[in-house]
């Protein structure tokens, strides 16, 4: 029963070392308190940075990716642009004439050189516009020879005289076929049918017009001798 009733009030001086021990106590708790608390602020100031810079790093890796392709199909084109190789046609245009005025002057010429051996049907008609004529400038007294002339030979004389202006006609427009292309479209060769068909018109023009000269001087078929 003794030992309850011992006194367990402590003195001042006895009181001084526990408190000092529970105010160190407390005061690194509040220190690690403090501390814990600042590292977690500062964890979560630098949380955002650090995700903003994972996002940064992240548009960088992508653009680094794009603009490789994108330089690389740059350099082919350019490699390609420089190399000067020629790029392959679209499409067949016409540019240029399409030939289809040399081949008709083509079969022109021919056609006009066919006529020119035979005079045609208006060298026809003009000869027989001369007999006509001459039947009526001659009278039935002029003698045979001058009657003959007038009535035949000049008719003769018209129908070679067209002759040789179709013959003409022939040579002029088959030798502007051939002429053409050189005054075309350069790189655009004459297609070989019009080169044939035109030189025929200058081969049957020159023949009508040699022809012609000679009936016309009557160096060919002169008029019968009446004497």
């Known amino acids: 029963m003794a030992t309850k009733n011992v006194d367990v009030t402590k003195t001042d001086d006895e009181r001084a070392p526990q408190e000092g021990d529970a105010g160190a106590a407390a005061e690194a708790g509040t220190g690690t308190g403090t501390g814990a608390g600042t590292d977690a602020d500062g964890a979560g100031a630098d949380g955002q940075p650090a995700a903003e810079n994972a996002e940064n790093a992240e548009n960088a890796e992508n653009r680094e990716r794009l603009e490789p392709g994108a330089s ?14 020629p790029e392959e046609p679209e499409a067949f245009e016409e540019t240029g004439p399409s030939g289809v005025g040399q081949g008709a002057a083509a079969v ?9 051996l035979s005079g045609g049907w208006i060298g026809t008609v ?25 009535v035949y030979g000049d008719a003769w004389h018209t129908t070679a005289l067209w002759a040789g202006l179709f013959a ?13 292309p050189a005054f075309g479209a350069p ?11 035109a030189w025929a018109g200058i081969s049957l023009g020159a023949v009508g017009l040699l022809l012609a000269v000679l009936k016309y001087s009557d160096a060919l078929l002169a008029l019968p001798s009446t004497g």
């Open 72 to 85: 690389g199909d740059s350099g082919e084109h350019g490699e390609s642009g420089e190399s000067g190789e």
């Open 108 to 116: 022109v010429s021919a056609g006009l050189g066919l006529v020119s």
């Open 168 to 180: 003409l006609a022939a040579l002029v427009t088959g030798v502007a076929v051939l002429a053409r």
């Open 126 to 150: 003009a000869a027989a516009r001369e007999t006509l004529v001459g039947q009526l400038k001659t009278s039935s007294t002029a003698s045979v020879a001058t009657q003959v002339k007038a």
């Open 187 to 197: 790189g655009r060769p004459q297609a070989a049918w019009i080169k044939s068909v």
